[in-house]
């Protein structure tokens, strides 16, 4: 076995992989960047090396400083992770020729399944079933319209190099293919380097089902059964679980064979995952699954397939990488309960889940147990910045059956308290408790569907603003046996103390007085009211405070206040601002208008690119552009991106 790995990445994966390595007692050296100089994969390392600038072209994706990192602290191995470098197949050829172990399969395995046309059209010649699609060299616009009229609309743009829904366009209509193309191409060439795309048919009921599989380069190939990753939002997963909603044995035989099949006919070794498109208008049929993909390379929802197999998946890599046989034979893997993870992301659902940047003020998860487990790379204090994957953590649950495994899934995300940074965890509660869901009735669209229900923000009840207003008057502190001077609080020269409290939410403000009962409980009294709201402390939501703000945890969700200056004298003015600001650090990569150009509401007035995924920017209202932001501009969360004219008064 190794003694010392190096691991090229960084947040929660990094963690994760530390982990089990010190439990095997092989040491670790980490990588960062300026912005992780801080870390928590950083800490938790025996060594670390800063290879960097902040952005991923300056330092993850450096391999030639990574590789003399591994050198300079005298690893034997570099373990990947997944994204980054993870599926380079000349950063996997770097590492062994300088000496090294790359964790991960051959670059021979990693090229054979890179491109998704080539890969398709090998496992078309393996006998695996396929996508009915392009996957030609041709890249044509004229040539890729001509073959998507072929397949019949809808149809699929995807990136022939990447993943994670990036460069990924369906299309319903043959007017609307040309600029789903050119948008396609451009999200390809920033995620991935590479502007190729293929075609295919758009499955109209679809399921994502993928087999985790593992080989040991000894000719020994085991899958370890299948995930369902159905529930997505932007092509993106968010909820993952084992074994897939409506699993038959005879369809589970069919897709693991196949999948043992693909890993076989490139000869793979270590961990990978075959994942495959599912029509399930009718069930789960043998006979309705396609070849999608092959990810060469560890999995974001690993954690869920190691729940329900009782196998370490990355302990099973160093093993391999190190020259052992696979740990276990095909017989020796069983399947046992059920287990979902919710991947929690810094992200805003109700504005087309628009990544978010921000400080972690307040983080709070569930204790870890033996069926729950908390992946996370980040602390309290620590900040989402604009250069990585939002990703805050992901909650892996497990249960004797599916119920079992959702039910203690929504108890953790109800118990996970995250404030000062926009995150989805509302979304997950709300889509955890959906009926259809629940029940297993999904396909890829379940969330589009559902989107106005799942995504709207919740409007705070009275017992939260009572809360809120409890908390930002700073008297909560009811008297306490242990202490006579307590009985004190809430009063000024013995009369009761009443504070009046301004808060805001959104672009709400509200105003309430605050006092001490005779009833030994609080009273808030909102203005417009004329009686009080009772406080009972023991039943008070659960709140955080930070410099300015206040936060109030209830029923899964968390409601932000800002803390108002009741001294103020500026005020803000009702209205609409007349221009559009930027909702987060980005690229203007695209400006469809000029200065001076009328508008109508709805029309696209410009493309933000930002954490590599592009943003379309529409006009809010009918209007003249006053002034717009320049093409190629890197601009700041909050820079005006669009001003309008204002209308002159008659």
Known sequence: MFKK???ANRGEIACRIIRTARRMGVETVAVYSDADARALHVEMADEAVHIGASPVSD???????????????RAEAIHPGYGFLSENAEFADLVTAAGLVFIGPSSASIRAMGMKDAAKRLMERAGV??????????QEVVLLAGKAREIGYPVLIKARAGGGGRGMRKVDDPDQFAEALSAARREAKAGFGDDRVLVEKYIESPRHIEVQVFGDGQGNVVHLFERDCTAQRRHQKVIEESPAPGMTDEMRKAMTDAAVKAARTIGYSGAGTVEFIVDGSEGLRPDRFWFMEMNTRLQVEHPVTEMVTGVDLVEWQLRVAAGESLPRTQEQIKLSGHAVEGRIYA???????????GTLHHLVFPSPTQN?????????????SPFYDPMIAKLVARGSDRTGALEALAAALETTEIAGCTNNLGFLAKL??????????????LIDRKRDALTARPTPPPDVLSAAFLAASGLEHLPRDDDPWSALAGYAHFHPVEQR???????????????????????????????DRVVHPERMPRTARWPGHLAVFANGAAFEFALADPHATASLQGGQEAGMRAPMPGLVKIVRVAKGDRVEKGQPLLVLEAMKMEHAITAPLDGVVADIALEGAQITEGTVLVAFEQPQPE
């Open 129 to 138: 079933p396929v996508v009915p699609g392009y996957h030609g060299e041709g």
């Open 59 to 73: 330092s993850y994706l450096r391999d030639d400083r990574i590789v003399a990192a591994a050198i300079d602290t």
């Open 501 to 531: 409290t301004i808060l805001r939410i959104g672009e709400s403000e509200l105003s309430a007085v605050v006092a001490p009962g005779k009833d030994g409980r609080w009273h808030v009294r909102f203005d417009g009211e004329a009686s």
């Open 372 to 384: 729950l487990r908390v992946e996370t790379g980040v602390r309290s204090g620590d900040a989402i």
């Open 347 to 357: 992200e805003d659902p109700s504005r087309d889940f628009l990544p978010a940047t």
């Open 5 to 7: 790995i190096l691991i």
């Open 432 to 445: 955890v408790h959906d009926q259809d869901f629940a029940t297993g009735t999904i396909d890829t669209g």
